[in-house]
């Protein structure tokens, strides 16, 4: 997290949390962030936005300066942009599948949204395309185009030579992030997770991590949070739906101020997104989770396979031995089901031959509903068959919810202390 708050950030979280807070659990750091005042948050997020006004401005005169320019153009760059007007900032890899001119579609609806004079809006972006995507780059030529020859020029600006200290102050002073990949496409999206610790508020497709973090009260969903390939009617009309989601939620809420000039309800908005979201998707917690829920454990695991001379693990190579020796022969036998007090009740054969019961799980298995859990009812060994080489006799019940022909049995290894199906991984499905 420190890599990419801003002093400013810094600040008002230690102000709220205290200076170590990253150092150890963040559970209530998000309640102390829900105390601090509209006013203290709101002079936070001006701060940050004049910010990155002053660099921008810094940066696109030394470009133009560098690039030989007039002098009236270096010097326009020294004023472009206003401290008190909202920030959109757009800035990753140019690569079609971003669709990083889905706001671009309809570009006079886009000048309209930013040169509006009473709401204006001020765009920032930035970004590279592989040397070898020669897609990729005739996007950014669009946009270079769309600043160059159109009226918003003032009001929108295309940052060259992209790279990790453009991006720290593009997350540290953007009002709004935006993200438009085409969906199952994204396979993360951390640019949006830096601007959490900022006040910053993501406005971005439900995939990658927005679509786990994405709440009413955070920030704002484009699309349906479904699958429609390349289609370019669904582009369109995603076009459409992010122009109004900005024109009727995202710019108005900004703008709507209260008799002290805070805009409560973008206020409340980014409180609620520091608070909820910068905890949980930050690094800090997810190394403490990967030690605490995986590294330690295995670590315990390994010292106790190892103990006396790796007595343990012997018997666990034992018992692999055992499964791959024998596995091919296990079958199914003959299998029923009934209903009873409102249950059905299977009873299912399995003919272990020369396998342990000990050895392995029988269990049920249900797809999940609905894109839920699957469902898994491990079977009870009622009796062994007699004249039947390892026979045995497995029950168990089920509620009458859910078709008997959802249910499939099927065995599967079983050891405690191995992780099956990472140390196993046979399976044996009922015909």
């Excluded at 045995?392 to 079983?414: E, F, K, N, Q």
Aim: proline share 6%; hydrophobic share 40%.
């Amino acid at each position: 997290m420190p890599s990419w708050d801003s002093a400013a950030a810094d600040d008002l979280w230690t102000e709220a949390c205290g200076k170590d807070r990253w150092l150890g659990t963040t559970e209530d750091l998000g309640q102390e962030i829900r105390r601090v005042s509209d006013a203290r948050l709101w002079q936070f997020r001006m701060a940050a936005r004049k910010s990155l006004v002053d660099y921008t401005r810094q940066r696109l005169a030394h470009h133009f300066a560098a690039s030989g320019a007039p002098p009236e153009t270096v010097e326009e760059a020294a004023h472009l942009f206003d401290p008190d007007v909202l920030i959109l900032g757009f800035a990753r890899r140019f690569a079609t599948y971003k669709r990083p001119n889905l706001l671009l579609h309809d570009p006079e609806r886009l000048l309209r949204l930013l040169t509006n004079p009473q709401r204006p809006v001020q765009l920032v972006l930035a970004g590279k395309a592989h040397p070898a995507d020669a897609q990729g780059q005739a996007l950014i030529q669009q946009w270079i185009h769309f600043v160059r020859t159109t009226q918003a020029r003032r009001h929108a600006i295309f940052l060259s030579d992209y790279d990790m200290l453009l991006t720290e102050h593009l997350v540290q002073g953007v009002d709004v992030w935006l993200n438009t990949p085409r969906r199952p496409w994204e396979a993360c999206g951390t640019s949006g997770m830096k601007v959490l610790v900022n006040g910053g508020i993501n406005l971005s497709v439900l995939d990658g991590w927005w679509a786990e973090a994405c709440a009413p009260e955070v920030g704002w969903a484009l699309g349906d949070g479904r699958e429609h390939g390349e289609d370019p009617a669904w582009d369109a009309a995603e076009a459409a739906a992010l122009y109004d989601l900005l024109e009727r939620e995202v710019i108005p809420e900004f703008y709507t101020r209260d008799d002290k000039g805070i805009p409560t309800a973008w206020v409340a908005r980014m409180r609620e997104s520091m608070a909820r979201l910068t905890p949980r998707f930050s690094a800090n917690r997810t190394v403490r989770e990967y030690t605490g829920q995986h590294y330690l454990p295995a670590a315990a695991a390994y010292r106790a396979r190892a103990a006396d001379k790796g007595a343990i693990g012997m018997k666990m190579a034992a018992w692999r031995r055992d499964l791959e020796h024998n596995w091919a022969a296990l079958r199914f036998g003959e299998a029923k089901v009934e209903t009873r007090d409102g249950q059905c009740v299977f009873e299912i054969e399995v003919l272990l031959n020369g396998l342990d019961p000990d050895a392995v799980r029988v269990e049920l298995y249900a797809d999940g509903v609905h894109g839920g859990s699957p469902e898994r009812q491990e079977m009870k060994l009622v009796r062994q068959l007699d004249g039947a080489p390892g026979g045995c006799l497995y029950s168990a019940a089920v509620s009458t919810t859910r078709p008997p022909g959802d249910y499939t049995a099927r065995v599967i290894p079983h050891r405690d202390g191995v992780a099956v199906p990472l140390e196993a991984a046979q399976i044996q499905w009922q015909r």
